[in-house]
């Protein structure tokens, strides 16, 4: 397996555009992750899917964020409109279920909105 | 709920010199207990986890952690460190995925090493 695949590794955006970042997480793992990492706040859950079902999404900052799962090998998470202070590495992970296995993680989308 | 508290985000420490990266937890429930790495530009990857069984753990890289549950500790060490340790370390607990969420990672600790 390649691993989890995200893409795009760089964004750059005009502040009010949309962007959409896209996950495909390891044929088999049941769970999703999506990650923020930013140097004030560290590294925050944003939400997170089982079997695509969104279980919990209390880390997503605002309305403006939406996360999808549509299949087991599909993820995106969109920000719609886009602001500065959205700028962030974004990760995605997954996990096979069962308690203490490891969680494998995508390389980052690195979003930088202008 | 569980949470992670690394008690440090910085550590710089010279190389040869040996370091512990400090982590607590609180969970009302038994844990499994681990170590990420991330080097500069990339995602994080597993060091090292606790899951049952001897209280001290050998992970890669010559870093080792040891869990002390009166303490509710977890704390990352390597006796001689190499300037290519340079990276951030996040610790981070799961547990039943019952009503919790899977996987909680700490802030991070930023180690530096100087030559």
């Known amino acids: 397996d390649a691993g989890v695949i995200q893409s795009p590794r760089h964004e750059v955006t005009e502040m009010g555009q949309e962007v959409t970042l896209r996950c495909k997480p390891i044929?088999?793992?049941?769970?999703l992750f999506w990650y923020r990492q930013t140097m004030m706040r560290g590294l925050e859950l944003l939400i997170y899917?089982?079997?695509?079902?969104?279980?919990?999404d209390s880390g997503m900052p605002e309305d403006r964020f939406s996360a999808k799962m549509p299949n087991a090998s599909f993820s995106t998470l969109k920000i719609q409109p886009s602001e500065p202070r959205d700028s962030a590495v974004y990760f995605c992970?997954?996990?096979?279920?069962?308690?203490?296995?490891?969680?494998?993680f995508g390389q980052g989308t690195r979003l930088t909105v202008v | 709920a569980q949470s992670v508290t690394q008690l440090d985000s910085q550590v710089p420490v010279f190389e040869e010199a040996p370091v512990e990266l400090r982590c607590n937890y609180s969970?009302?429930?038994?844990?499994?207990l681990f170590w990420y790495v991330q080097y500069p530009n990339q995602g994080l990857q597993l060091l090292l986890k606790?899951?049952?069984?001897?209280?001290l753990v050998k992970g890669i890289n010559g870093f080792e952690a040891e869990f002390n549950k009166s303490q509710t500790s977890f704390h990352l060490r390597k006796p001689s460190v190499h300037i290519s340790d340079t990276a951030e370390y996040f610790c981070?607990?799961?547990?039943?995925?019952?009503?919790?969420?899977?996987?909680?990672f700490g802030k991070g600790t930023r180690l530096s090493v100087i030559a």
């Open positions: 899917f089982n079997n695509n079902v969104p279980i919990d």
């Open positions: 981070a607990v799961s547990g039943p995925y019952s009503g919790n969420t899977p996987l909680v």
């Open positions: 606790y899951l049952s069984g001897s209280t």
């Open positions: 044929s088999g793992h049941d769970y």
């Open positions: 992970a997954s996990i096979i279920g069962g308690g203490g296995t490891e969680a494998f």
């Open positions: 969970s009302s429930v038994s844990v499994y």
